[in-house]
């Protein structure tokens, strides 16, 4: 075999260099329009683009759906564990999208959702986003969440990119 049959070392100097694979919040909010409170993700840990994501979420009492879901036992709402899987997929989804800040990404379907044990302050979920389907405006993923290892969560998401509402100006108060 000669040098030029031999496939291309990925480790030379010469070798186009790796699409970033983790991201800390501040770069999450960057890409996510989403904030406190309802920014479900804090840390990416692994990305393969457009196929796969892990996301982390460190659940914490002070988060303010524990005052009433429960007081005396507190578990996450899983609708807030989809959606934390919805994030992390929308953040593998708008990574590829040159006009994200003119995006949203938006729901369209939840399909097959099990919940498989509670989620409870002091947990860290570990969101696992695998895409079943990518489109250009459309993706359907596999979301399953973990904590220590055994599944708490699972669904298939399915999101849209839309186009962002324009802001509209500050109107001018009227004179009393």
Partial sequence: MTDSEREPQTNSPQAPEAAKQTM?????MSILPHRYPFLLIDRVVEMER????????????????????FPDYPIMPGVLIVEAIAQAGGALLLTEIPDRADKLMVFTGIDNAKFRRPV?????????????????????????????GKVACEATVMCQLVPRAAKKPASEVPAE
């Fill in 50 to 69: 457009k196929q796969r994501i892990v996301a982390i979420k460190n659940v914490t009492f002070n988060e303010p759906h524990f005052q009433g879901h």
């Fill in 24 to 28: 800390d919040v501040v770069e999450i």
């Fill in 120 to 148: 409870v302050p002091g947990d860290q979920l570990r969101i696992e986003v695998t895409v079943l389907q990518w489109r250009s405006r459309a993706v359907k993923m596999l979301g399953i969440a973990t904590v220590d």
